[in-house]
């Protein structure tokens, strides 16, 4: 603890030297001409002291304009006028936000040894390759130097204030690595303006420096309006997920109270969704059309919610009790068909007891009228509900699972009495034979769903 206390204590000790020595070396290091002419001096202290609120945050970070006029000041005039802006920009800074002395100390260490070193990198390129003044055709290679100091200096107060955040915070340096490398393109985005309002500088002379700023006053309250676009575009997509999720909630919800009534509706609604997405391949069904047939596949039991446990549990049901039986379709299509996108969803569960003959129900569709994802759930939940334990019960009582072999040839001998699409059940037989009779038997309703994947999907807008 105390060695923690003593490296801190040195360290605060550090920053005060770099100060005061910052401040004496841009003092005797000054140049008469660097002063001058003064309106640039005068615009570049400006746009350093209105830096707080000509400041504008991006996604990377801050284009901050008190960065901006520093930089320029690097580059154009010289190091005594650079430390002045950084100064004066830390100064007012810190007297708005009421910060500590201690990040006073930092800050202030930090806006005035960056600018020194930069605008002393500057100034040894301009005394060993250019004496005297830039002229226009040097001012390309004058801008890739400006933002290869730009670079140097960002990597400089980028170390400094990671040394600073872990000797005063304990914060491990991968950390705050991190947090700053996120901040790298808001840095580099106020060293590629700032060179290219010097390039301009030097290159036209002082109106180009005053119409680039103008320019870049106007860039500010247009990405202004445009933030604030994105922020409530942000807030609505955000309340389209919470509501998304709600109601795709509510409907798992409502799959697992069914599950705990009947055990075999979580597993089965799985295994469907498993077996009728493979099959919508086989047919070469988009990318969207196997969501859907999946999805349906999840959902299609859904409307048995609203059955009685005389019902759910019947052996053979009652003839009084067929209507509810047969409405089933319409109710888990309601419920599906309220979300957001999943008409064909309901659709699909909605039409997934017709038959080809037209002796199906709700509507009596017939042949290709019935949806092809409808036609898909009625062969998959007829071969799982054959095939699974505890799945088929047999007219003596008997709920032991037929075999593959049986069950394929019941799906044969239905589609020639007309219940099933007689190529779909041929095709489906041909996705068993190569992915194995019952590989969607284990199928877990909770990973098939993948409940975040489907909200995210949902509430993003959708391109017209």
């Known amino acids: 603890m105390k060695s923690q206390e003593l490296i801190r204590r040195g360290w605060i000790a550090t920053e005060a030297l770099a100060l005061l020595g910052t401040l004496a070396g841009s003092a005797l290091l000054a140049q008469s001409a660097e002063w001058h002419p003064i309106p640039l001096v005068a615009v570049l202290l400006g746009l350093a002291l209105l830096g707080q609120w000509l400041g504008v945050e991006i996604s990377g970070g801050q284009l901050n304009a008190s960065l901006v006029a520093i930089v320029v000041a690097m580059g154009v005039l010289g190091p ?75 990597a400089l107060s980028f170390a400094l204030f990671a040394l600073d955040v872990r000797i005063d915070e304990g914060r491990s340096l991968r950390r705050v690595a991190s947090e700053l490398i996120a901040l ?30 103008t320019v870049l006053l106007i860039f500010r309250q247009l990405t202004v309006a ?64 196997q969501d859907t047939v999946h999805a349906a596949g999840l959902l299609h039991e859904i409307g048995k919610f609203t059955w009685p446990d005389r019902v759910l549990h019947a052996d053979v049901v009652a003839d009084e009790d067929l209507p509810i039986v047969r409405n ?94 007689g190529d779909l059940v041929e095709s489906f037989i041909g996705v068993l034979e190569r992915e194995g009779t019952t590989f969607a038997h284990d199928a877990d309703f909770e990973k098939e769903l993948n409940f975040e994947r489907r909200v995210r999907d949902m509430a993003e807008p959708k391109l017209s």
């Open 328 to 421: 089933h379709p319409q109710e888990g299509s309601l419920l599906v068909g309220a979300l957001d996108g999943y008409g064909p969803v309901a659709d699909a569960i909605l039409y997934h007891h017709e038959r080809v003959d037209g002796r199906g129900y709700p509507a009596g569709l017939i042949g290709k009228e019935i949806p092809l994802a409808s036609r898909i759930l009625a062969i998959c939940s007829t071969y799982d509900t054959m095939t699974a334990r505890g799945g088929y019960r047999s007219s003596s009582g008997d709920t032991s699972p037929m075999s593959p072999e049986e069950a394929i040839e019941e799906l044969r001998n239905a589609a020639k009495a007309g219940q099933l699409d």
């Open 80 to 154: 005594s006028v650079a430390v002045t802006c950084g100064v004066a920009a830390m100064v007012l800074t810190s007297v708005v936000r009421r910060l500590p002395a201690r990040q006073w100390l930092s800050n202030l260490s930090t806006y005035t040894l960056v600018p020194f070193v930069g605008a002393m990198v500057i100034r040894a390129w301009r005394t060993t390759f250019h004496q005297g003044a830039l002229s226009a055709h040097d001012g390309f290679t004058f801008g890739l130097v400006l933002f290869g100091v730009v670079l140097l200096t960002t």
């Open 184 to 213: 790298l393109p808001g840095e580099l985005a106020v060293g590629a303006l700032a060179t290219i309002l010097a390039v301009a500088y030097t290159s036209v002379g002082f109106p180009a420096l005053i119409a680039a700023i």
């Open 226 to 289: 445009l933030l604030r676009s994105e922020d409530r575009a942000e807030q609505i997509y955000a309340r389209s997920r919470q509501l998304v999720g709600l109601q795709l909630g509510v409907l798992r919800t409502l799959v697992r109270a069914l599950s705990m009534r009947d055990n075999t509706t979580g597993r089965h609604a799985a295994a469907v969704a498993l077996y009728a997405k493979a099959l919508a391949a086989e047919l070469d069904c988009s990318e969207e059309e």
